[in-house]
């Protein structure tokens, strides 16, 4: 449970139930990560400071999607990986197929982190990721 009149994130509930949507219906599950500092994936497969990873059962090994992290080891380019997703810079999932699914906001934590050293977009002008469908918002 979490402190006296702070109620706990949706957002781990609905990325685990759209999770269990695209298995349940054959689809590959995808995840959007802004990439920053707790964020533990490729850098060589980071772009625009986003990755999008497959974590359906066939691509992503001991999966474990709890309140604040996602763990799980994937190949790249034949190579097991260990990654490290926090669930604050998780911004979308949807299936791969059909492009059905949820993208949230941005969470301050994903948000200080990414945008932090010179040079780095300015937070109140985000840059559009590519090649993601258009989803729906929640807050």
Known sequence: ???VGEPTSTKPYLLRAVYEWCVDNGYTPQIAVLVDAGTRVPAEHVRDGEI???????AANRLKMGNDIIECSARFS????????????????????????????????????AHDGAGAPD??????????????RIK
């Open 78 to 113: 034949g190579v097991a990986r260990d990654l490290v997703i926090p669930v604050a810079a998780v911004t979308a999932i949807y299936a791969r197929e059909t492009g059905q699914g949820m993208s949230f906001d941005r969470e301050k934590a994903a948000e200080t982190s």
């Open 1 to 3: 449970m979490s402190a």
């Open 52 to 58: 999008v990873l497959n974590i359906g059962p066939l």
């Open 123 to 136: 937070p109140k002008d985000p840059q559009k990721p590519r090649n993601r469908p258009a989803l729906r």
